[in-house]
């Protein structure tokens, strides 16, 4: 609101200053309400808004556990000489043997003696000269040569920038002689070197190649072959020495041929499932904690004059409803060998904990941890159901998207709580301005009442000493 000047009365005994302040300070006292109620308002939307964000960390944990891999976690527990292996949720627990018989190779050509590294090899001046180079099925890549690309370092580098699935390198001998060496970035016997040079015949007949060897050209120094191992007797053939799924579920990294039959151990990794489930855990008491903050009573057994102390959302039904959905998840009954929590040692605490709040969580881990070991799948089918409408995790799931959702068409409960807040907030707003407005015209009305009461004041101040002087004069 403007501020209005000093309405310089003078020695008028009238103090119309005060008096004006007086009344602008009585006017602004009707807007008081209007900020009480916005700041509740604004306190009530920032508690909402730490409730959403540990609803959401609670569905990114539910998230989680909804997954097979978070729950049937499988490791590998042997150690292996000639592989590395890794396994995933699809693995079966168990005992493989693994023999590897042959290691996949990439193919590798190598030219004949070349005197000089930086010397053209091809012949000068050649027009249209083009190099071709394919590895196995791929698409050919062909590369314009100048004169200078034809040098041993100039075909390197145009090589290897070109993108074709091709390796090249310089070698230099002892004698300091030269070679030109061609590699297929991919391994397998399928994955043979073309090389092939259009327009210069000098340069073709050095490092041309199209399989075979032969006096003039490239030649094969390393085959190109597939990995070949046995996995429980049965032979399994490879291009990559990356092999999945022999056995299903299980990645090996083949390093070396063995020796004879290695044992490949596959066991439960119970301890990433019982981390993800203590991780829900922690986020469920989160939610808890954040409720109680949000929501507690600063008074004792009586009532307190001191509400300043009370959470913004004290008594709020929206709370109370997402905490009985809540609720109604932990407390329905699943079908299956396991039907509640308790059963994996996750109970309830009835007593209030250090932050105040209770109903939150307390986990048994040997006894999560022995019954992920007895009976695993009973356990996942605690937690997935058929990952539609049964299952913890579903439930779960579909009961935070009913309280978070904000589609357009379908408001989750916490998302309606909060536009309406905002609703509100707006109203006041506009109604603070309305209210502003009509005070602002208050106090340029009484200041211009008062400018008149100032002249009016000031031409009866003249007529008084007028008069004074009149009557003294007359006296004399």
């Known amino acids: ?11 008028s005994a009238f103090d119309l200053d005060t008096l004006y302040t007086q009344l602008e300070t009585y006017e602004t006292q009707s807007l008081t309400p209007i900020t009480q109620q916005a700041t509740t308002v604004k306190s009530q939307l920032s508690a909402f808004g730490q409730l959403r964000s540990a609803l959401e960390s609670l ?3 539910t ?15 042997s150690t292996n000489q000639s ?10 627990v168990g005992n493989y043997q693994i023999n590897v018989k042959q290691l996949a190779t990439a193919q590798t050509l190598l030219s004949s003696v ?17 190099l071709t180079l ?22 390197v580098n145009a090589i290897n920038k070109s993108g074709a699935g091709v390796v090249a390198t310089s070698i230099k001998s002892n004698d300091g002689e030269y070679y030109l060496s061609l590699s297929s970035k991919e391994t397998g016997a399928e994955n043979t070197l073309s090389v092939t040079v259009s ?53 090996l990294n083949l390093k070396a041929v063995s020796n004879g039959e290695e044992r490949l151990e596959v066991a439960n990794n119970t301890a990433d499932a019982v981390k993800n489930i203590k991780a829900w855990v922690t986020a469920y008491n989160n939610v808890q904690s954040v409720v109680t903050s949000i929501t507690k009573y600063a008074g004792g057994s009586t009532l307190s004059s001191d509400t300043s102390s009370n959470g913004p959302l004290m008594g709020n039904g929206t709370v109370r409803d997402i905490q009985n959905q809540l609720r109604s998840v932990l407390n329905t009954t699943q079908a299956g060998a396991v039907t509640i929590m308790a059963e994996l040692g996750i109970t309830q605490n009835t007593t209030k904990g250090a932050d105040g709040s209770i109903g939150s969580l307390n986990i048994d881990e040997k006894k999560l941890t022995s019954a992920l070991t007895s009976t695993p799948q009973a356990v996942y089918q605690f937690f997935l159901g058929d990952s539609k409408t049964t299952g913890f995790s579903t439930l779960a799931n579909n009961t935070l998207d009913t309280i978070l959702s904000d589609n357009y068409s379908s408001k989750g409960t916490l998302t309606t709580a909060v536009k309406a807040l905002n609703d509100s907030y707006d109203k006041l707003e506009v109604r603070y301005d309305q209210q502003q407005s009509r005070i602002d015209a208050t106090m340029a009305r009484y200041k211009s009442q008062f400018v008149q009461l100032k002249k009016t004041l000031s031409q009866m101040d003249t007529t008084k000493n007028y008069l004074t002087a009149q009557f003294a004069n007359s006296d004399d």
């Open 199 to 251: 327009g210069d015949d000098q340069l073709q007949a050095l490092i041309g190649y199209q399989g075979g060897d032969s006096a003039t050209g490239m030649h094969q120094s390393v085959a190109g072959q597939d990995a070949v191992l046995s996995v429980n007797g049965i032979e399994v053939q490879s291009a990559s020495n990356t092999v999945s799924d022999a056995p299903y579920g299980v990645t």
């Open 59 to 61: 569905q990114k944990a």
């Open 134 to 155: 394919q590895t196995g099925d791929s698409e050919p890549v062909t590369i314009a040569l100048d004169d200078n690309d034809t040098s041993l370092n100039g075909l």
């Open 1 to 11: 609101m403007a501020v209005i000047s000093n309405l310089n009365i003078g020695n």
């Open 114 to 130: 070349i005197s000089s590294n930086n010397q053209p090899l091809g012949t000068t001046g050649a027009q249209g000269r083009t």
């Open 83 to 92: 592989f590395t292996a890794t396994s995933n949720s699809d693995a079966s």
């Open 63 to 77: 998230t989680t556990l909804s997954s097979a891999s978070a729950l049937n976690a499988t490791s590998i527990v």
